[in-house]
């Protein structure tokens, strides 16, 4: 999921007393972004594991090997306690941890909709449990479901002014991933480890910078 996470942005920051501020916006911004902010440097220092079919471009045959530190809803919430702790000392306000700890959250639990039965639970341990209810299995219907759920959060808690900004800028963003959905290529342009990490690290990189300007 991509810009559906800036769904669950949206809705923290209406549930906040100023929601427009900088020390709010930008840990909330970064936070719904974070397991995907670390992903892909874990994988380009190999220790997280993802194999990419360069001959199929569809997100659902990308296959999460292992990615514990950054995609479990355990101990990636447990390491993500140490940038929440920063950031709170940072703009001297436990409400900015706190926001980015929830946002950080919300990333697993949107993730579990479109996933296929890869996110670890704990993160740790023989036994660990993988969760995903693979929405991704129906490209198209993940693309569209995850436009709408996107704007209809918006549309529900955003003041107006914002729309045109967030949800234009949100469906431009989407619709760079829509080769994922629809393969309209053969191959997979991001066909390697390193080049599918890249690729999601600019993209957040994008989504992070739309969303700080389309939030004012
Ligand atoms: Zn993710």
Known sequence: MYIG???????????????????VVVPVAVGVAWPDLV????????????????????????RFDAYPLSHSLVLSNLLALIPAIIIA?????????????VAAISHWLLDLVVHLRDLPVLGFGRHDRKLGAGLWRLPRTAFF????FFAAVVLAVAPPRLFAGVLGGGLLLHLLNAN????????????TPTAFAIMTLV?????ITWFLMAWR
Do not use: I, M
């Open 39 to 62: 992903w892909p440097v874990l994988v380009l220092a190999r220790r997280e594991k993802v194999t990419v079919d360069p001959g199929d471009p569809l997100q659902r045959s990308v």
């Open 89 to 101: 000392l940072l703009c001297r306000s436990w409400l900015a941890g706190a926001l980015f700890l």
């Open 203 to 207: 993209g957040y990189a994008a989504a």
């Open 145 to 148: 479901a995850e436009y709408l």
């Open 180 to 191: 994922s959905a629809f393969g309209f290529t053969k191959r997979n342009p991001f066909g």
């Open 5 to 23: 996470h800036y769904a669950a942005a949206a809705a923290l920051l209406a549930l906040v007393p100023e929601p427009h501020a900088a020390a």
